[in-house]
Nanobody
Framework: QVQLVESGGGLVQAGGSLRLSCAAS????????MGWFRQAPGKEREFVAA????????YSTASVKGRFTISRDNAKNTMYLQMSSLKPEDTAVYYC???????????????????WGKGTLVTVSS
């Protein structure tokens, strides 16, 4: 298993920016894909973005395209989510997750329970 710790959440006004980080330990970081998910109050956890082990392949959900950028620094064992033009509907707890393939890290039910971080809260005020 891998240990994941998110950071960087907070309160921001609509139109603002935040950068989330996910620090990983426990396995060779570059050998697994990573993903970001979010869960708003009363809603199911949803996929946001994913990145391959090398960082060469990225994928994001339509609602964040052009606003959020996923990246990773394998030398620092860290993944990032740069969020800009934030909207109130982006308010959620953001989780990072790890998986063996991109298919795994784009589908919450395929991710092992131990391969999730505990989340960081992002609140976007209008």
């Amino acid at each position: 298993q891998v240990q994941l710790v998110e950071s960087g959440g907070g309160l921001v006004q609509a139109g603002g920016s935040l950068r989330l980080s996910c620090a990983a330990s426990g396995r060779t970081f570059s050998t697994y894909a990573m993903g970001w998910f979010r869960q708003a109050p009363g809603k199911e956890r949803e996929f946001v973005a994913a990145i391959s082990g090398s960082g060469g392949i990225t994928y994001s959900t339509a609602s964040v395209k052009g606003r959020f950028t996923i990246s990773r620094d394998n030398a620092k064992n860290t993944m990032y989510l740069q969020m800009s033009s934030l909207k109130p509907e982006d308010t959620a707890v953001y989780y990072c997750a790890a998986g063996d393939t991109m298919r795994v890290v784009t589908t919450p039910k395929l991710i092992r329970s131990g391969d999730w971080g505990k989340g960081t809260l992002v609140t976007v005020s209008s």
